[in-house]
Nanobody, 124 residues
């Protein structure tokens, strides 16, 4: 069973930065696309960013484009989400997810494994 463990969440003021990390168990990490999603209270889980298995292709939600950067270190089985210029509307539980294909995807249904989530709170 694959396990994903997120870290790096916390409380930050608007305009600040956080870096989320997600480490995966299992082999051949570089064969699989990874994604970050977020869910605010009372809302659906929304796509944030995705990266292909070898890290060449990335896509972002319009709401975070230019502020967030997804990257990966396949030798460490880890994917990152660098979040800059944070806004109160970025407050949510952030989840990383692993897809059993190497190409990127936007839909949560395209991902098989999920982490437990890490809380990000941005104060105004």
């Amino acid at each position: 069973q694959v396990q994903l463990v997120e870290s790096g969440g916390g409380l930050v003021q608007a305009g600040g930065s956080l870096r989320l990390s997600c480490t995966s168990s299992g082999r051949a990490f570089g064969s699989y696309a990874m994604g970050w999603f977020r869910q605010a209270p009372g809302k659906e889980r929304d796509f944030v960013a995705t990266i292909s298995g070898i890290g060449i292709t990335t896509y972002y939600a319009d709401s975070v484009k230019g502020r967030f950067t997804i990257s990966r270190a396949n030798a460490k089985n880890t994917v990152y989400l660098q979040m800059n210029s944070l806004k109160p509307e970025d407050t949510a539980v952030y989840y990383c997810a692993k897809r059993l294909l190497s190409d990127t995807a936007y839909s949560p249904d395209s991902y098989t494994y999920w982490g437990q989530g890490t809380q990000v709170t941005v104060s105004s």
